[in-house]
């Protein structure tokens, strides 16, 4: 059996030998025992902690959709990460930063 947890939109894989793959806009999640399946418009991170594996397509799907992959290692720590390439809410900050660093707005901010 495995363990599968979906708290505040971040499905969590933490069980050996688990698939993560795309059904239209769903990913499903195949363990040894059971199956399951989570709408991609639910879903805001991936985070696989365990050794599994994740097709093509449901990274893809991931992508589309702006969700956030993350692999663990087995003491909980980041090894890994798998995002969209687009300006998203860090990105745009600091390329927002960047531009009012050599425009007039920073001696205003600096004021």
Not at 67 to 75: A, S, T
Request: with cysteine.
């Amino acid at each position: 059996m495995f363990l599968l947890y979906y708290i505040f939109m971040h499905l969590v894989v933490d069980d050996w030998k688990t698939f993560i793959g795309k059904k239209e806009n769903r990913f499903e999640i195949l363990g040894e025992t059971q199956s399951n399946e989570y709408s991609a418009d639910d879903v805001d991170q991936i985070i696989i902690s365990k050794a599994s594996s994740i097709s093509v397509g449901a990274i893809k799907l991931a992508m589309a959709k702006g969700i956030d992959i993350v692999f663990m290692n087995g003491l909980g720590k980041p090894v890994g990460r798998v995002y969209p390439c687009e300006l998203g809410g860090t990105t745009l900050t600091r390329k927002r930063q960047l531009e009012a660093y050599f425009s007039d707005k920073s001696v205003f901010l600096a004021k």
